[in-house]
């Protein structure tokens, strides 16, 4: 199940919290039965099946987790095999056929690809089953409660995409009492940014996605009839991507806070105005800030972090890097994106008083244009497709601008009218509004307890904008990691 979906906006979700806060009134031990069925009725909505990886996962950890309380000797040991095996695990599913296709391609084998089907949200999962039993040899949970556990990793607002969330923090909420009865100001400010979130998806995310789809069928040949976009097509298409997928994943957190919120629960914050970001490492603290954090403490901190000089630092610094485009997917793409990211934050960091010292617009176009640059990456089928499309933008052979790009806006909101009158009207409207929204407002979970009648109408107009353009569901872009 996802959020942008009817089922789950109409039906899913309110029958959740009312019977979450009716059940609360009983017993706050039916109150987490009620999220913890919820969470695996969400999880398995598709496919029931689904549960089987998961289950073998939730039953290991929480064992690995006993194991590791009652341990005298050899504590660390207990430990390291379980974060191994769960790491071992997300690497069969995610990378052995990327392994296979390159030894095929290195060494001319012809060895089968394996027939895989990657559980759902199983990055995801598998690191916040790492952080629980990180918890748990830490001392940080002195008590084990098996339900605790299974509601804390399948919590259904965050088990597919995140927030990733540390189990001290969600177990602590789960369990106070003042968070059991229903609180007026969380409902509200709940919803509000659930709207926001739902707009961002569905009136902006999904917009663009259009756009860029187009390009790269387009640069496919499966457009009929064929059609070869320009430079400056592919300049606005790596523009329109930029968008796409910050509106897409920042839109998901905030459908994710806000659902948790209406539960009083709060997860924490994902995303914080990255487009605003005047170097890479700045963009880092701003974009996906839940893993940056998860990668931060759990591998740049234990090997060392920046206590053991500069060499050091940026070794750990490729490292982390490198994990996480790895971590993002099985292409060489996402291994050079966050090698290409891992570089551009050393330089960053050895050049740090020399560029403080540069005119801070100068700093933010040259950081958004590389951030540009790297998301085109990021969206590529191969590294050459990739070298391909900028060596395209960089020959400026035609700097018109396609009318089958333009329509994919049109399309849109089907104001043909304006369109008809004024040539690229909505593409330059959606631009405008993007970069306003990006630039010019605050992060929304920023302003999560802010309630002025004027934030709560423009609310409740996003809300009724996203529910009567919902349409066919279109996934989340960050569904596939």
């Not at 974060?83 to 392994?99: Q, R």
């Not at 509000?192 to 995310?205: E, M, N, P, Q, T």
């Not at 990021?378 to 060596?391: D, H, P």
Request: glycine share 6%; aromatic share 18%; charged share 15%.
């Amino acid at each position: 199940m996802q959020f942008n979906t009817y089922i789950y906006i109409l039906l899913f979700l309110p029958v959740t919290v009312v019977l979450y806060y009716l059940l609360n009134k009983i017993n706050s031990l039916c109150g987490k039965v009620v999220l913890l069925l919820s969470s695996l009725l969400f999880y398995c909505y598709s496919d029931w099946t689904a549960i089987l990886v998961l289950g073998a996962s939730l039953a290991f950890n929480y064992i690995a987790a006993v194991c590791i309380s009652r341990a005298k000797k050899w504590k660390p040991l207990y430990l390291v095999i379980p974060v191994l095996i769960n790491v071992g695990l997300l690497l069969y599913f995610k990378y052995s056929n990327f392994a296979i296709t390159n030894i095929n391609v290195l060494f001319s084998r012809n060895y089968p690809l394996r027939e895989l089907v990657l559980p759902l949200g199983i990055s995801f999962f598998t690191f916040q089953q790492i952080a629980y039993i990180t918890a748990v040899y830490r001392g940080e949970l002195a008590d084990r409660n098996l339900l605790d556990y299974l509601v804390y990793i399948l919590y259904f607002p965050k088990i597919l995409m995140g927030p990733l969330t540390e189990p001290v923090d969600f177990i602590h909420q789960l369990n106070d009492p003042a968070r059991k009865s229903f609180h007026l100001e969380n409902f509200v400010s709940g919803i509000k940014i659930f709207s926001l979130g739902l707009f961002k998806k569905v009136l902006l995310a999904d917009a663009f996605a259009r756009a860029v789809d187009w390009g790269y069928a387009a640069k496919a040949g499966t457009l009929t009839p064929m059609v070869i976009p320009t430079a400056m097509d592919w300049i606005l298409i790596s523009l329109f991507y930029t968008f796409e997928i910050y509106f897409d994943f920042s839109g998901y957190s905030d459908m994710a806070v806000g659902s948790s919120l209406m539960l009083n629960i709060t997860l924490p914050i994902n995303f914080d105005s990255p487009y605003k970001a005047l170097s890479i490492r700045d963009f880092w603290k701003r974009w996906h800030i839940s893993l940056t954090k998860f990668f931060t403490k759990y591998i740049y901190i234990p090997l060392g972090g920046s206590r053991r000089g500069i060499v050091f630092t940026c070794l750990n610094t490729m490292l982390v890097f490198l994990i996480s485009g790895l971590w993002h997917g099985a292409n060489w793409t996402f291994i050079l994106w966050g090698a290409l990211h891992g570089l551009f934050s050393v330089f960053d960091r050895l050049t740090e008083k020399v560029q403080q010292k540069i005119f801070e617009p100068v700093r933010w176009i040259c950081t958004f244009a590389v951030v540009n640059v790297l998301w085109l990456l990021f969206r590529s089928e191969s590294v050459q497709q990739w070298w391909k499309i900028l060596r395209e933008i960089v020959s400026l052979w035609n700097v018109n601008v396609s009318e089958g790009l333009i329509n994919m806006f049109t399309e849109v909101l089907h104001f043909d009218f304006i369109a008809n009158e004024i040539r690229g009207f909505w593409m330059n409207f959606y631009i405008a509004g993007a970069f306003g929204i990006c630039l010019l407002c605050e992060n929304n979970y920023r302003r999560l307890n802010d309630r002025p009648w004027s934030m709560m109408l423009i609310s409740a107009a996003a809300f009724l904008l996203g529910l009567i353009c919902l349409g066919s569901e279109s996934v989340f872009v960050y569904f596939n990691f």
